[in-house]
Every structure is written in structure tokens, then in C-alpha cells.
């Protein structure tokens, strides 16, 4: 009968009824974590069936696990009859020091909350902040990951991104080169005519090089492909091929316009120079003299 009566008392403590509620709360917190993460797959394969692919599976399931633990703290509040309002108004002067320690992660939050809703920088995009340059593997809402092009991953704070000038390489469907190209001041002036023509063929008949519309289901933006006289160099009358790429044929292109000027130059007897330095020498030179 003793251990009934002690077993009734510690049930009806205080501190069982705490602790009872305290697991309650942190496993709705779990549940909810786990839940965004599982309603975001599922967005994701749906995408996927229907023959689509998320723009940014990534951020997506950060904000999904967002709102799930924003909601599963509201409903903890509401349902356990938590009135922060007093725990708030006693902190005072520690609420004004856990304020400023704060302060860095609360900017960083909230401009991670501006990058995702503005659309300053998605998932998939290759940029550059600051002279780091990437691709966008995720935003979070503190930090944005970049996946750099030699193998690195980096987390910049988002203060830093929003705050920041950003350079997108490739906010359209394609993207210009622009090659220069040096002929001989040896070549007669009816070969140097030909110069043009000759660099227009080749971007004309390479099929890497991209001929379509720049944006998306608009055929009055229809990219241009051609080749401008650059000026008399020191060593060589210069020119420039200027053509547009898609972004998986950004290197391969470059080869096969470099190749085929190159083949199209040999064939028509037109070399490519070398840098040459004239030297004038004051006075006489006799046979024998040492320089």
C-alpha cells in the first residue's frame, strides 16, 4: 500500500508533469523535422513522374523542415498554455546581451529569407560572390553553399550574399565567347579580306556553336554569331570570333571553334604569329663585332 501512495505522489509532481511535457514537445520538434523532410521528397518524386524536376530540391526541403518546426512550436505553445510574453518582458538586460550575440546568425537568417524569396540566387546556378565561384549546391537560411570548380564546398554566409554583388555566368540559356583570333602582316591585303569570311564560315558550319533563341520560347531573341576587327597589333592584325554556347557545351565548344580555325587557316595557307620584337641598333655593324 506504501509503494501505491508513493508511486500516486511522484505522478502527481511537478516535475513528472514537466518532464511528461518536455517529451512531448521535443518529439513533436522530431516528428516535425522528419516530416519536412519527408513531404519534400515526396514534391520531389511527384515532380519526377510527372516528367519535371524540381528547381531547387535542396532549398525546398530546408524551408519544407522550416515550416513543419515553426508550426510544431506554435502548436507546442498553444496546447501546453506556454505564455512566453512574461519570460520575455523578465529578461532584460540578458535579453539585450543574448540579443547582441545574436545578431550575426538573426542577419544572416533574414537575409537568407530575402535571397530565397526575391530569387537572388537559386539552387544549380554557377556564380560568383566575392571572387568565390561555383555552383549553387543549397541555400540555407544562414548560409549558402557553393560547390567551387575544383572540388571545394563553401559556406557563405547569407549577410554576405545579399549584401554582396553577384555575377551570374549563365542567367539565360546561353552564353557568349569571345575568341581572339592574330593573322600575319606578311599576308597580301586580298588574303587579309578573306580573314572575315573565312572565321564566319566557321561558326556557321560548327554545330556546337549555339544558333537558337536566347531566352526561352522567344524567337525574336535570336542570338548572333559574328566576327569584328580587332586592330593592328605589334605582332599580328587581330580579330575576335564572338559566338554563343549552351552551358554543357561551354568547354567542348570552345575546342572545336579553336580546332576548326585552325584547320580552315592551314588549308588556306594562313599562319598564326608569334610574337616578334624589332630591335634598331644606333651606329655601324661590322662583320666580326660582338653584341
Known amino acids: 500500500m506504501a509503494t501505491s501512495t508513493i508511486s500516486l505522489g511522484f505522478e502527481n509532481s511537478a516535475f513528472f508533469y514537466y518532464l511528461i511535457r518536455i517529451l512531448i514537445a521535443i518529439g513533436v520538434l522530431v516528428a516535425a523535422y522528419y516530416l519536412g523532410e519527408y513531404f519534400a521528397k515526396l514534391i520531389n518524386k511527384a515532380a519526377y513522374i510527372s516528367g519535371k524536376s524540381l528547381r531547387a530540391p535542396n532549398t525546398t526541403r530546408t524551408i519544407f523542415k522550416f515550416l513543419f518546426i ?34 550575426t546568425p538573426l542577419s544572416n537568417f533574414f537575409s537568407g529569407l530575402m535571397v530565397i524569396v526575391t ?21 540555407k537560411f544562414n548560409h549558402t553553399i557553393i560547390d567551387t570548380w575544383d572540388g571545394k564546398r ?3 554566409p547569407n549577410s554576405a550574399v545579399w549584401s554582396s554583388n553577384v ?21 597580301s591585303p586580298e588574303k587579309m579580306d578573306v ?14 556553336v549555339y544558333k537558337g533563341s536566347l531566352v526561352k520560347d522567344d524567337p525574336n531573341s535570336t542570338v548572333s554569331n559574328y566576327v569584328t576587327f580587332d586592330g ?29 580555325i585552325f584547320r580552315e587557316f592551314t588549308k588556306n595557307n594562313i599562319s598564326i604569329p608569334y610574337n616578334q620584337l624589332d630591335v634598331h641598333l644606333d651606329g655601324k655593324i661590322n662583320l666580326g663585332d660582338h653584341l
Open 154 to 156: 563553401i559556406h557563405i
Open 119 to 139: 530569387d537572388a540566387v537559386n539552387e544549380g546556378d554557377a556564380i560568383d560572390i566575392n571572387g568565390i565561384a561555383g555552383t549553387v549546391y543549397e541555400v
Open 70 to 103: 515553426l508550426v510544431a512550436i506554435i502548436v507546442i505553445i498553444t496546447e501546453f498554455n506556454i505564455n512566453i510574453w512574461p519570460l520575455l518582458t523578465s529578461l532584460g538586460i540578458a535579453g539585450i546581451i543574448i540579443g547582441l550575440a545574436l545578431q
Open 195 to 208: 580573314i572575315p569570311k573565312l572565321l564566319k564560315k566557321v561558326l556557321d558550319e560548327e554545330p556546337l
Open 167 to 187: 555575377t551570374k555566368y549563365w542567367p539565360k540559356l546561353s552564353r557568349r565567347i569571345d575568341m581572339p583570333i592574330g593573322v600575319p602582316y606578311s599576308i
Open 232 to 260: 593592328f597589333g605589334s605582332s599580328s592584325v587581330n580579330f575576335s570570333v564572338h559566338f554563343w554556347v549552351l552551358r554543357n557545351d561551354y568547354f567542348d565548344a570552345q575546342n572545336a571553334v579553336g580546332l576548326d
